[in-house]
């Protein structure tokens, strides 16, 4: 399926499912949300993805899975052959060194009581690298890679002396300083002004393409994959229904869900205020009871009666590198 | 709905509006001589990036201002009335609610934890009309039908509504007094691509069916073109570029506005967005001058000078240099 499949891939997910179990009282189990349900790719040694899908679709759920932070109830993920289940205490810090991780809120990413050279310093320390000049070194080269300069000057300010971008940059600094082979940047610009939005995709973009780094790429915005992901992997209700290239997946969604999201989306245009734009109804699923079948049958307005309710979809494959889990696209 | 007045003449005019913080480290500029107007049934947007004073314009305009705000100078007319100059308490009775009705940033996490949604939503009836609980919950169904939710969703708390759900159920209360204008503080930034889209879908039906003229204040560019009949942009506390929505989503005329449709990122266009370089300037000590100029590439000589509002159409105002007749725009 992956013409690329020479070697092993950086990175596969393989049925991965990662639930939680809702208790009452801390003892009665009152029901399992289903965060990650059956989730399966691969990623490409500098690969850039995109993961994109709505609020509570289970996509930092996914991302907290692939750091490591979550462990995952069912399935399987591998970084470079090895299995992430089998990690333990020195491999997994081994691991997390390897997966740099940028998250949502920079305001809250950073510690307010470190200046910004020890917050850099601390992950260096904790990973044993030294001497002291060796990480001044590093965290030097950090900040001038992210364009905060001068570095001698900014390695002095605490969080609140900078902007939201500028500690976005820090965060990223901080992501690249022990050299990752895999940035997971969840939702990295979506508490940004946006002008700053373009300026830290840019740059995330940049270091990505410099340094050979495969990066998830996490939003809610799919205006913004376009010029920043190779391939895009649309989340619905815990699974990936759709994923493809992005210019294939732009230019021929097969998956409804998919269309709904483009057709949700405005580009600038003063025509948008003359006509209304066809959304499906309803909302996301919750991830406790979802429902049976296909999980985006009750919003769906191609769904076929006696089929999306009652069986679940595989994945088909409309083109070779597209991947859709929708019955609309089983061969004839 | 106003009868008294003329259909054709503005519902509010704002003329020279400022407005300062009083901060630690000195005046803070936050509205700054902002003149704008907005007809009835029209939709208003202005748009900046944050920091450029526009949400302090909402602040001005419905009197929800904090503690260290100045009293703001200039005059904002209701139907030719100077509401600026009303006292405390007759503003509360004629004006806010009752006339003007407000969303505020993050409204939908404002809504109170332990009082169900239909109360709250009923609430401004009760106070600005001094309507019966029955008449004012009904009123309330009624909104709630209006803006998506189902009626029975009144009996709910906070808690039990979507976020989706919580910011329709914040749009109902500001709607159920019948205002003639709402203004809308950033109401689907926090929300995702479909019930945004869903969202605005309510504010186009409402602007439709109810002739309300809305005010609808963002940093989102392309959210804005949902709504727009207009667009005000905001850089440093001043209005750069007022025109019709057809114009500025087209062909802006300032410079800033050039760069700013520039920097949004297209699902479809080839084109990769183009950062605006540089920061905007601070509040507290604006340059001389165009407050732009630092950060644009088409600065000359005259921009050390503050710039007059040019009109290169009707109804478009740019506060540029390069629009005045004898230049080079």
């Given at each position: 399926m992956n013409t690329r499949a020479q070697q092993e891939p950086l990175l596969v997910a393989d049925d991965l499912q990662t639930h939680f179990e809702l208790r009452q009282w801390g003892?009665?189990?009152?029901?399992?949300?289903?965060?990650?349900?059956?989730v399966r790719f691969t990623l490409d040694a500098g690969e850039a993805v995109a993961v994109v899908g709505e609020s509570g679709c289970g996509k930092s759920s996914l991302a907290r899975t692939l750091l490591g932070l979550n462990r995952p109830t069912g399935g399987d993920v591998r970084f470079a052959g090895q299995?992430?289940?089998?990690?333990?205490g020195a491999a997994m810090k081994d691991y997390r060194a390897r997966v740099g991780y940028v998250q949502q809120d920079p305001y809250g990413a950073l510690p307010p009581f470190m200046d910004i050279r020890r917050a850099l310093e601390e992950p260096l320390i904790v990973h044993g690298i030294g001497p002291r000049a060796e990480r001044e070194r590093r965290i030097d080269a950090a900040l001038e890679e992210v364009g905060l300069t001068p570095a001698a000057e900014m390695r002095g300010k605490f969080p609140h002396q900078l902007s939201g971008g500028q500690q976005q940059r820090v965060v990223i600094a901080r992501a690249l300083l022990l050299r990752p082979k895999l940035i997971i940047a969840d939702e990295p610009v979506s508490m940004l002004d946006a002008s700053v939005r373009v300026e830290i995709l840019d740059l995330l973009h940049r270091v990505q393409r410099e340094h050979d780094i495969a990066l998830i790429y996490i939003t809610h915005d799919l205006s913004t994959v376009r010029h920043y992901a190779g391939r895009v992997m649309v989340m619905y209700a815990g699974r990936i229904v759709e994923q493809a290239p992005v210019d294939d997946l732009l230019a021929a969604p097969q998956h409804p869900y998919t269309e709904a999201l483009l057709s949700a989306l405005a580009d600038p245009d003063p025509a948008n205020a003359r006509h209304m734009r066809e959304i499906p109804a309803g909302e996301a699923p919750s991830l406790v009871t979802p429902p049976p079948g296909c999980r985006f049958h009750p919003r769906c307005p191609q769904a076929m009666a006696g089929v999306c309710e009652t069986r679940d979809p595989p994945d088909f494959h409309p083109a070779p590198e597209h991947r859709a889990a929708c019955w609309l696209r089983e061969p004839e | 709905m106003a009868v008294t007045a003329n259909p054709d003449s503005p519902l509010l005019e704002i003329e020279d509006l400022r407005m300062q913080y009083r901060t630690e480290q000195g005046p803070v500029n936050?509205?700054?001589?902002v003149n704008l107007e907005i007809r009835r049934n029209e939709a208003l947007v202005v748009l900046g990036e944050s920091g450029c004073g526009k949400s302090s314009l909402a602040k001005v305009l419905l009197r929800t201002l904090p503690r260290n705000a100045g009293r703001p100078s200039g005059q904002v007319r209701l139907d030719g009335r100077d509401v600026l100059a009303l006292s405390e308490d007759r503003f509360r009775r004629e004006v806010r609610w009752v006339r003007i009705a407000l969303v505020m940033q993050a409204a939908m996490n404002a809504l109170n934890p332990v009082v169900r949604v239909g109360e709250q939503v009923a609430e401004p009836l009760r106070i600005h009309r001094g309507w019966s609980r029955r008449a004012a919950m009904a009123r309330a169904a009624e909104a709630f039908e209006e803006v998506g939710?189902?009626?029975?969703?009144?009996?709910?708390?906070?808690?039990?509504?979507s976020g989706g759900m919580r910011q329709r159920a914040v749009l109902a209360m500001a709607l159920v007094t019948d205002p003639d204008l709402v203004i809308l503080d950033e109401?689907?930034?926090?929300?995702?691509v479909l019930t945004q889209a869903s969202i605005m879908n309510v504010l186009k039906g409402i602007k439709r069916d109810r002739g309300t003229s809305f005010v609808l204040i963002t940093h989102d560019v392309a959210t804005s073109s949902e709504l727009a009949d207009r667009v005000a942009l905001m850089y440093a506390g001043q209005v750069v570029e007022e025109a019709p929505a057809e114009a500025f989503f087209t062909a802006p005329a300032h410079p800033y506005s050039q760069m700013l449709m520039a920097s949004v990122p297209r699902l479809r266009q080839e084109a990769a967005p183009v950062p605006i370089p540089g920061r905007p300037p601070s509040l507290q000590d604006p340059p001389a001058g165009c407050r732009f100029a630092a950060r644009c590439p088409r600065r000359f000589e005259r921009c050390a000078d503050d710039p007059a509002v040019f009109h290169p159409d009707e109804r478009h105002r740019v506060r540029c240099w390069l629009h005045d007749a004898g230049g080079t725009g």
């Amino acid at each position: 399926m992956n013409t690329r499949a020479q070697q092993e891939p950086l990175l596969v997910a393989d049925d991965l499912q990662t639930h939680f179990e809702l208790r009452q009282w801390g003892f009665i189990r009152t029901g399992t949300v289903r965060a990650v349900d059956g989730v399966r790719f691969t990623l490409d040694a500098g690969e850039a993805v995109a993961v994109v899908g709505e609020s509570g679709c289970g996509k930092s759920s996914l991302a907290r899975t692939l750091l490591g932070l979550n462990r995952p109830t069912g399935g399987d993920v591998r970084f470079a052959g090895q299995s992430l289940a089998e990690l333990r205490g020195a491999a997994m810090k081994d691991y997390r060194a390897r997966v740099g991780y940028v998250q949502q809120d920079p305001y809250g990413a950073l510690p307010p009581f470190m200046d910004i050279r020890r917050a850099l310093e601390e992950p260096l320390i904790v990973h044993g690298i030294g001497p002291r000049a060796e990480r001044e070194r590093r965290i030097d080269a950090a900040l001038e890679e992210v364009g905060l300069t001068p570095a001698a000057e900014m390695r002095g300010k605490f969080p609140h002396q900078l902007s939201g971008g500028q500690q976005q940059r820090v965060v990223i600094a901080r992501a690249l300083l022990l050299r990752p082979k895999l940035i997971i940047a969840d939702e990295p610009v979506s508490m940004l002004d946006a002008s700053v939005r373009v300026e830290i995709l840019d740059l995330l973009h940049r270091v990505q393409r410099e340094h050979d780094i495969a990066l998830i790429y996490i939003t809610h915005d799919l205006s913004t994959v376009r010029h920043y992901a190779g391939r895009v992997m649309v989340m619905y209700a815990g699974r990936i229904v759709e994923q493809a290239p992005v210019d294939d997946l732009l230019a021929a969604p097969q998956h409804p869900y998919t269309e709904a999201l483009l057709s949700a989306l405005a580009d600038p245009d003063p025509a948008n205020a003359r006509h209304m734009r066809e959304i499906p109804a309803g909302e996301a699923p919750s991830l406790v009871t979802p429902p049976p079948g296909c999980r985006f049958h009750p919003r769906c307005p191609q769904a076929m009666a006696g089929v999306c309710e009652t069986r679940d979809p595989p994945d088909f494959h409309p083109a070779p590198e597209h991947r859709a889990a929708c019955w609309l696209r089983e061969p004839e | 709905m106003a009868v008294t007045a003329n259909p054709d003449s503005p519902l509010l005019e704002i003329e020279d509006l400022r407005m300062q913080y009083r901060t630690e480290q000195g005046p803070v500029n936050a509205v700054d001589g902002v003149n704008l107007e907005i007809r009835r049934n029209e939709a208003l947007v202005v748009l900046g990036e944050s920091g450029c004073g526009k949400s302090s314009l909402a602040k001005v305009l419905l009197r929800t201002l904090p503690r260290n705000a100045g009293r703001p100078s200039g005059q904002v007319r209701l139907d030719g009335r100077d509401v600026l100059a009303l006292s405390e308490d007759r503003f509360r009775r004629e004006v806010r609610w009752v006339r003007i009705a407000l969303v505020m940033q993050a409204a939908m996490n404002a809504l109170n934890p332990v009082v169900r949604v239909g109360e709250q939503v009923a609430e401004p009836l009760r106070i600005h009309r001094g309507w019966s609980r029955r008449a004012a919950m009904a009123r309330a169904a009624e909104a709630f039908e209006e803006v998506g939710i189902a009626a029975d969703f009144l009996q709910r708390y906070p808690h039990e509504l979507s976020g989706g759900m919580r910011q329709r159920a914040v749009l109902a209360m500001a709607l159920v007094t019948d205002p003639d204008l709402v203004i809308l503080d950033e109401p689907t930034s926090a929300l995702d691509v479909l019930t945004q889209a869903s969202i605005m879908n309510v504010l186009k039906g409402i602007k439709r069916d109810r002739g309300t003229s809305f005010v609808l204040i963002t940093h989102d560019v392309a959210t804005s073109s949902e709504l727009a009949d207009r667009v005000a942009l905001m850089y440093a506390g001043q209005v750069v570029e007022e025109a019709p929505a057809e114009a500025f989503f087209t062909a802006p005329a300032h410079p800033y506005s050039q760069m700013l449709m520039a920097s949004v990122p297209r699902l479809r266009q080839e084109a990769a967005p183009v950062p605006i370089p540089g920061r905007p300037p601070s509040l507290q000590d604006p340059p001389a001058g165009c407050r732009f100029a630092a950060r644009c590439p088409r600065r000359f000589e005259r921009c050390a000078d503050d710039p007059a509002v040019f009109h290169p159409d009707e109804r478009h105002r740019v506060r540029c240099w390069l629009h005045d007749a004898g230049g080079t725009g």
